[in-house]
């Protein structure tokens, strides 16, 4: 049974994934503020991860992180580094590419959601408050300078990925 960390971070993957299809539809344009919702979204549920809950697993396990964590983490390098230029279709392409693969490795069984929710055990309810509770996080602007797009296939690389062209 998943209990209330998996359900409120999956179904924020749900919100998150239903943003950036309907801020795409039109694969000649993407819809700016739709968009801009998403990757507030995407920021802030990175940061509830890597603020929140992979420390408090960490803390639990004695200063031992999840074997998932190393990976989920450079997830999230990549992905946090393809909120940073303006999207076109190969940003999209790859954001989208990632995500799938990375949603899923949180919420299969046996992922961090439910390693997490396993380890809090009674006090999963508090944490998952936590979680709902916590405020967004400032987001800059996108950044069109040039270079930026090398330093995101980079940081996309590093993860093991390869950007979309």
Same mark, same amino acid.
């Given at each position: ?8 971070l999956?179904?924020?993957h ?22 801009a ?9 990175i940061?509830? #991860? ?9 803390r639990?396990?004695?200063? #031992? ?59 999963? #309810? ?40």
């Amino acid at each position: 049974m998943k209990g209330p960390i998996h359900a409120y971070l999956a179904t924020d993957h749900d919100r998150l994934d239903d943003l950036l299809r309907r801020a795409t539809a039109d694969p000649d344009h993407v819809d700016q503020p739709l968009y801009a919702e998403f990757r507030a979204g995407l920021l802030r549920h990175i940061g509830l #991860e890597e603020r929140i809950l992979i420390p408090t697993c960490v803390r639990l396990r004695g200063g #031992e992180a999840p074997a998932m964590a190393q990976r989920i983490r450079l997830d999230h390098g990549a992905i946090t580094a393809l909120m940073v230029p303006p999207p076109d279709r190969n940003v999209i392409a790859t954001l989208r590419k990632i995500l799938t693969l990375h949603n899923d490795l949180e919420e299969k069984d046996g992922g961090l959601y439910g390693v997490c929710e396993d380890m809090v055990g009674p006090e999963a #309810e508090a944490l998952a408050r936590q979680l709902r509770e916590a405020p967004a996080v400032p987001v800059l602007g996108h950044n069109d300078r040039p270079g930026i797009l090398d330093a995101t296939r980079r940081a996309v690389e590093r993860a093991g990925y390869t950007m979309e062209e």
